[in-house]
């Protein structure tokens, strides 16, 4: 499923949806909109966030960052909470992730797509930099689009993570470009389970049952199965709502795959 939505191709067949979301969004020609529906997706949105940071945190420690996940009480005056707050090439460093969806209808209509990614980067950098430079720290906005692009200070950040793993073993050793596929990895798989999980809902609300999930899954292709229409690595890696176990599974990929990507 988190495939097939990667390629462009919907992992369920449109006749099974009802033509209209629960927040009154026309489906018939913008089925993407179930990825970015605040009504029905907020807790798998806020899931697959939080898949990306604990990519994030788990590459940082491998690679020998200290970091602090989800700081609390930075500043007296502020409730304010980054997602990271590590030592990163001797500059303390803040880091707050966000996901943006770039091809809503409404900027599709604007045709402003492009600016998405660029725009929340400013909104990130309005939200944190005064505060950060008082503690003598610098900001990174962490900001990638559902489709896996990311912002150019995603990239610089992730290979000074490489670079900080220099010192250890080549065996031990991760390249920037496989930190980046794990984090590629953490947001599609959350777009799996956003879009799964919006689909069980308007099912059911549709039918008042599940019993329409199953005819659903019975006339389409795996569409909702007990594993989700993510097969058997559903529950793998990624997209854990347990951060603690997300960190210990990416650095279970990035041990298993040292050295073969240098």
């Known amino acids: 499923g988190a495939v097939a939505l990667r ?22 020609d913008n089925c993407w909109h179930l990825l970015s529906c605040s009504v029905l997706i907020a807790r798998d949105r806020c899931a697959r966030h939080n898949a ?11 690679h020998g960052v200290s970091v602090s996940v989800d700081p609390k009480r930075l500043w007296k005056d502020s409730g304010k909470r980054p997602d990271l707050d590590l030592t990163l090439d001797n500059n303390r460093t803040l880091v707050d992730v966000s996901v943006v969806h770039p091809v809503t209808q409404n900027r599709v209509d604007k ?95 549709r039918s008042g049952s599940r019993r329409a999930a199953a005819a659903a899954e019975d006339a389409g292709e795996r569409t ?27 650095e279970q990929r990035l041990r298993s795959s040292s050295g073969r990507h240098l």
């Open 7 to 28: 390629c462009g191709v919907l992992p369920i067949d449109l006749k099974a949806l009802p033509n209209k979301c629960t927040c009154g969004v026309d489906l018939t």
């Open 224 to 250: 909702i199965g007990p594993r989700g229409f993510l097969g058997e690595d559903d529950d793998l890696l990624v997209g854990s709502s347990d951060d603690g176990v997300e960190e210990r599974q990416v």
């Open 111 to 205: 045709k402003r797509w492009r600016e998405t990614m660029e725009e929340m980067v400013q909104v990130k950098l309005k939200k944190y930099q005064e505060k950060a430079q008082a503690i003598g720290a610098c900001v990174v906005p962490f900001v990638c689009d559902i489709f896996g692009n990311t912002s150019p200070q995603c990239i610089n950040f992730i290979s000074l993570i490489a670079k900080a793993g220099w010192g250890q073993p080549r065996a031990l050793r991760s390249s920037a470009s496989y930190i980046l596929n794990c984090v590629s990895v953490a947001i599609q798989v959350g777009n799996g389970r956003m879009f799964r999980s919006a689909v069980e809902d308007l099912l059911m609300n």
């Open 52 to 62: 990306v940071m604990a990519t994030l945190a788990a590459a940082c420690r491998y």
